[in-house]
């Protein structure tokens, strides 16, 4: 039987034990790989070399990779990135407990102080559009009229109340919001630091933003003890104090902050995208990908390999005048020349040429001419597949909650516990604080359980905590116009306001690291670069999400002060609770 070339069962016993015997220890991963299967039991010599290989190609992927080191110059022109993202949410909340007593001041409602705030996130919406082309040729440029808007902006926040004019405030904050140097700062980021250091500084540029944010109210605690009255020439007594000052201190900050960029940084090479890109280009050397499909667009640049039959099957699907002057014929049929181009597409696909990229003028120009706006609009749409718009919806909501929460504290605790700014400033104080090693734990388990189980984690308990901030009492009786009713059971009090809010403001904060971190990794590569990048689409979606807590504030606070507690947080409650049934929904969806 065996001479006959049947299976024995000596045969299959020899080849079972040779091999359990190469593999040893090895982990499973051999014994999964195509060039390992096909060939086992045919040859030992073939299979202990197989097997040498591979235990040579491992122990130089487990090889401890040397970390890249930044030299002077661009540490020190990271640094000044870092610094200024850290300034930016310093400037954002340092508005915040004051903002309330400032549009008071004014002559405006207390709820206005919410459109006070939203401002600068609206405009920042726009601005990062500006400056994600303009970082595409200078870095320097963009920065430094960052640092002037900002200037600028705070001067004229200052300056509102001399006037007594409202719209002045909400210029001076819309000018600050154009000034808003995030979008360079993770361009620069992601195009200037080496692959192997590039997760820290991202979790540098986390403790930069969370550190701002408590900085913030802090020394808009510091500026409300200030109270005196400055001569300048041309604009004459201008007052400086807790509502003023911290438009006149940022300003100061920002000033010298141009001086030093101006005098300091420089033009820095895009070492990190160079390498980006040298990294794709050996992957599409070596592992090639062959897409024959004729309904997607042949892209140079791209991993796939494309074939003459793609092309001319794409040009029997063009405009006749087009395929009249792309024809290809096939061996078989007689040869009609139609164009010169004929030549190079049969030199492309022929051994001659080394790969598509070396010749993208014979078939990429002429593919992007038969593709209209319409066509580009749809190809960028496709790339917005369910996980991403599940982690951008996510976002939203994590920023809408989060702002509708913040931005409203100095006028909610104004009207329900009497508070002023001491005390709204200690508790964004005390909050961004906190944020720091939550998000330190958060990356600890983030090694050992999956984005989405700590998705489910933390929107709980940032759910919990917003529930404990509705005021059932309040839907119950309101004999009071302003303050709370206390003493009742079931009313929310100053101590469950902080535990509620601690808890929320916690948990969704560091819910922000984990939809960045499931984000970057769902994301088409073609979204990774270019103008209309991940880090632009982001932006856009946080700051389109502040701007709406702010302006529901607004809106909610028209209507009445008395129950803005519960008119903001039972939706917040409601958006939380659907963020849950989304995420369980497409539990699959978000398994990276």
Not at 38 to 44: D, E, I, V
Not at 127 to 153: C, D, E, K, T
Request: glycine share 8%.
């Amino acid at each position: 039987n065996a001479s006959a070339g049947t299976l024995v069962i000596r045969d299959t016993f020899v080849a079972t034990l040779r091999h359990y015997f190469l593999l040893g220890m090895v982990e499973d991963r051999l014994g999964l790989e195509g060039s390992f299967l096909t060939m086992r039991g045919k040859s030992l010599s073939k299979d202990m070399h197989r097997v040498s290989m591979w235990r040579k190609g491992v122990a130089q992927e487990r090889e401890p990779k040397k970390k890249a080191k930044l030299t002077i110059s661009q540490s020190w022109s990271l640094g000044l990135n870092l610094i200024s993202a850290f300034f930016y949410c310093m400037n954002y909340y340092i508005v915040e407990p004051s903002s309330t007593s400032y549009v008071k001041a004014l002559g405006a409602q207390d709820s206005v102080s919410g459109a006070l705030i939203g401002m600068m996130p609206l405009a920042a919406m726009i601005s990062a559009v500006v400056y994600s082309i303009w970082s595409n040729r200078s870095f320097r440029q963009p920065f430094i009229m960052s640092s002037l808007l900002m200037v600028a902006g705070n001067l004229v926040y200052g300056y509102a109340l001399k006037p007594q004019k409202l719209w002045l405030a909400l210029l001076g904050r819309f000018m600050t919001g154009l000034g808003g140097p995030k979008c360079i700062v993770r361009r620069y980021m992601a195009d200037t630091t080496p692959l192997s250091i590039r997760t820290s500084v991202n979790a540098a540029f986390g403790m930069a933003v969370a550190v701002g944010s408590a900085l913030g109210p802090a020394t808009a605690i510091i500026l409300n003890k200030f109270d005196f009255v400055m001569d300048i020439p041309y604009l004459g007594d201008i007052e400086v104090n807790g509502m003023t000052g911290p438009g006149f201190f940022m300003a100061t900050i920002w000033f010298m902050f141009f001086l030093v960029v101006v005098a300091t940084f420089g033009e820095p090479d895009r070492a990190g995208l160079e390498e980006q890109k040298q990294l794709e280009k050996e992957k599409e050397q070596t592992t090639p990908m062959i897409d024959r499909s004729p309904s997607k667009a042949l892209s140079v640049g791209s991993a796939s390999v494309a074939t003459k039959q793609d092309i001319i099957v794409r040009i029997e699907n063009t405009p006749s005048k087009l395929a009249d002057e792309f024809s290809v014929k096939s061996d078989n049929d007689t040869p009609h020349r139609k164009s010169s181009r004929e030549d190079d597409l049969t030199t492309l696909f022929s051994g001659e040429a080394e790969s598509l990229r070396g010749d993208e003028t014979t078939v990429h120009s002429f593919m992007l001419r038969q593709k209209s706006t319409t066509d580009k609009v749809r190809e960028y749409l496709e790339l917005l597949t369910l996980p991403v718009r599940l982690c951008l919806g996510l976002l939203f909501a994590k920023t809408f909650t989060i702002e509708a929460l913040v931005s409203c504290t100095s006028a909610l605790t104004r009207n329900r516990y009497s508070w002023d700014i001491p005390q709204v400033g200690t508790l964004g104080c005390i909050n961004g604080l906190l944020v720091v090693p939550l998000s330190i734990f958060v990356g600890w388990l983030s090694m050992f359980h999956q984005d989405r189980a700590l998705m489910v984690g933390l929107v709980s308990v940032g759910a919990f905590g917003m529930f404990l901030l509705i005021d059932v009492s309040d839907l119950i009786s309101t004999p009071t116009q302003i303050g709370f009713n206390e003493g009742h059971l079931l009313a929310v009090h100053p101590s469950r306001y902080v535990t509620g809010y601690f808890l929320t403001y916690c948990s969704i904060q560091a819910f922000e690291g984990v939809i960045g971190s499931a984000l970057s990794k769902v994301i088409p590569t073609a979204l990774a670069s270019g103008t209309l990048n991940s880090g632009l689409l982001a932006t856009l979606v946080d700051t389109m999400g502040r701007t709406c807590g702010d302006f529901f504030i607004a809106l909610m606070g028209s209507i009445s002060l008395r129950q803005l507690m519960n008119l903001l947080f039972i939706p917040s409650f409601c958006i939380l609770l659907l963020c849950l049934v989304f995420i369980r929904r497409n539990y699959d969806a978000l398994a990276v």
